[in-house]
């Protein structure tokens, strides 16, 4: 493992902690209102910042915006600079923080066949040729692996723990290498969480796809003895990065509505989806936004280094005192909102659908979206699951509620979902999920500015009120700590059915 320090191109930073803006009287602005903040909201604008970001990433030899890098500094500085154009209306700040940064490549032959694999961040170096054992149930349970994977490379299924448990458990029965396949079609690459475990230790980490691990499940099991070479190349460095957070001088400072989205990509591509969208979208209402007044503050947080385990979220919710904790009265997450095989989905705050609520005033947040697709934009929409694949998780955490969009990743669209939003049944919801196709030809515009104006609706009601939450009350962490949903991130667990409505 190689561990240098890496010198942002960003320049000075400011102090990490946050600090509330002093108050500021409206300055004879309108009261902000949810049919005249929309409908300023334009797709032209949505797709100018989209080909910004993009450009951001392919000005640079890496074509990517992982954090850390030249194209991501180059769009924290983007979102700070066009924030604090806007004039005195916003508190804007950097809220730098050093991570570990991990980047490499992984391959796999198998009986002489080459077989596409992914590197799992934060995974080990190591290069090994034995044969692969095929591990028990989905290898969440230190009795899923066989004495047999002792000095071998263990076959483990993708679901229900994170990938780093798999991975260290796997080590810790012997494995010298681990590969995970994915449980819905196609190639996995995700992130082990950590550089290192709770307990025990990593052993070298691949991902596959789901056919290429089936086919080699099925093959062990007939009686098949396959030899694997796993080769992992890992590379590691200290990085420096920073979250972006703006807030309203105007409005109560003790009553915010905080929405926050990642600026981050992967290291595969320039995710102007996988989330620009999200940071777009955010940038372009908290530009129109500065028009009006509003009763309650409202903070923008453009979160960094979500690809590698929701870093730049964990950090900001620990920077946190309680008595700052206590002021959000609710967060709203936007990840992923222009797939283009796209649904509407929102999520679960009140457990209906998956049996997972979220702390008080979650299942409100998801009542008022609900309400605004299908009475205002006259939209079919779906539920979908705080997994805890995506910023909302430390804030769940935290015992603060929450909320959001999300318009879907590596899943498979079914065909109850295409009767209800068109596109293509069998086929994922974003094609190019973490690949060097999220560009801006890959986003579905029409959802993009849907979304947009669904989330500029939300900032509005609860700019002028928070009258449809329940009562103010103290946060408590009560949820069990969410870890960064199976290794990867972002939204319902593949394969889970969704609750749907039609108007």
Not at 71 to 83: E, P, Q, R, V
Not at 95 to 114: H, R
Not at 131 to 143: H, K, R, S
Not at 206 to 211: D, P, V
Request: aromatic share 10%.
């Amino acid at each position: 493992m190689r561990v240098v320090q890496y010198a942002g191109a960003l320049g000075a930073f400011v102090t990490a902690a946050f600090t509330s803006p002093v108050p500021q009287t409206s300055n004879g602005l309108p009261l902000v209102e949810s049919n005249k903040l929309r409908r300023v909201l334009l797709r032209s604008t949505l797709l100018e910042d989209a080909r910004t970001l993009e450009g951001f990433a392919y000005a640079t030899p890496e074509r990517n915006r992982v954090f850390g890098s030249t194209g991501h500094n180059a769009t924290t500085k983007f979102l700070y600079d066009s924030i604090a154009a806007l004039g005195d209306y916003y508190t804007v700040q950097y809220q730098p923080f050093i991570e570990l940064y991990s980047t490499g490549s992984a391959s796999l032959v198998t009986n002489d066949v080459k077989r596409e694999a992914s590197l799992m961040t934060y995974s080990p170096s190591g290069n090994v040729t034995e044969t692969l054992v095929a591990v028990a149930n989905l290898g969440c349970d230190a009795t899923d692996y066989p004495s047999a994977v002792k000095g071998r490379i263990a076959l483990i299924s993708r679901g229900s723990c994170p990938f780093g448990t798999k991975s260290a458990l796997a080590g810790s029965a012997g494995a010298v290498g681990a590969v995970i396949y994915n449980n819905v079609p196609g190639a996995l690459a995700g992130t082990l969480g950590a550089a290192s475990p709770p307990a025990g230790t990593y052993a070298p980490t691949a991902g596959i796809s789901q056919e290429d691990g089936q086919a080699l499940a099925a093959a062990l099991a007939g009686g098949t003895t396959i030899t694997g070479v796993l080769d992992v190349i890992s590379i590691m460095e200290n990085r420096t990065t920073q979250n972006v957070i703006a807030q309203t001088k105007a409005g109560d400072q003790n009553n915010v509505l905080t929405i926050g989205a990642h600026t981050d990509s992967v290291v595969a591509g320039p995710g102007i989806n996988d989330n620009g969208s999200g940071s777009i979208a955010l940038l372009e209402i908290a530009k129109e936004l500065s028009k009006f007044t509003v009763n309650n503050a409202i903070r923008f947080i453009w979160f960094s280094a979500e690809e590698f385990g929701l870093l730049g979220s964990e950090f900001y919710v620990a920077s946190l005192s309680q008595a700052e904790r206590n002021k959000i009265r609710l967060y709203l997450n936007f990840d992923m909102i222009a797939s283009p095989n796209f649904i509407y989905g929102i999520y679960d705050g009140d457990g209906s659908a998956f049996n997972k609520s979220g702390p008080p005033g979650s299942a409100e947040a998801e009542n008022l979206f609900q309400d605004y697709f299908t009475n205002e934009a006259r939209l079919n929409w779906t539920a979908t699951d705080f997994s805890g694949r995506s910023d909302y998780g430390p804030f769940l955490e935290a015992g603060i509620a929450s909320g959001g969009l999300f318009t879907g990743a590596e899943g498979a669209k079914t065909p109850a979902e295409q009767a209800l939003f068109g596109g293509q049944a069998g086929v994922a919801y974003d094609v190019n999920y973490h690949k060097a196709g999220d560009n801006v030809s890959n986003l579905n515009v029409g959802a993009f500015i849907q979304n947009a104006k669904a989330i500029a609706h939300a900032v509005a009601t609860y700019a002028r009120s928070f009258e449809s939450l329940p009562p103010k009350a103290p946060v408590k962490a009560k949820r069990a700590a969410l870890q960064p949903g199976g290794g990867l991130k972002k939204h319902a667990a593949c394969g889970q059915e969704e609750e749907v409505f039609e108007i």
